[in-house]
């Protein structure tokens, strides 16, 4: 069982940035890969980042290719995603997730986070 906790959303100019943390409760974080996913007003939830156990492999989604950064720190249970060059359409609910192995699909998530949100003003 993995408690995901997220942080770190707010209100922003485009072109602005925004550190997302999610801190992880348990002993086994660093066991899980992790994702964060995110869900516009009306929309689906998204696949956002990814990344691996050992923090030496990553995935995009292409919208965010090149601006945002996904990254972890296991001795601190947390996993991030740095967001820079903001965008309005950027404006979500941002979720983070562990899975079991890395996905990019909604299903293959095992736990997520309650979410915070992240207003991207032009």
């Known amino acids: 069982q993995v408690e995901l906790v997220e942080s770190g959303g707010g209100l922003v100019q485009a072109g602005g940035s925004l550190r997302l943390s999610c801190a992880a409760s348990?002993?086994?974080?660093?066991?899980?890969?992790m994702s964060w996913f995110r869900q516009a007003p009306g929309k689906e939830r998204d696949f956002v980042a990814a990344i691996v156990w050992s923090g030496t492999n990553t995935y995009y989604a292409d919208s965010v290719k090149g601006r945002f950064t996904i990254s972890r720190d296991n001795a601190k249970n947390t996993a991030y995603l740095q967001m820079n060059s903001l965008k309005p359409e950027d404006t979500a609910v941002y979720y983070c997730?562990?899975?079991?192995?890395?996905?990019?699909?909604?299903?293959?998530?095992?736990?997520w986070g309650q979410g915070t949100q992240v207003t991207v003003s032009s």
């Open positions: 348990g002993r086994t974080f660093s066991s899980y890969a």
């Open positions: 997730a562990a899975s079991y192995s890395t996905t990019v699909q909604v299903t293959g998530v095992a736990y």
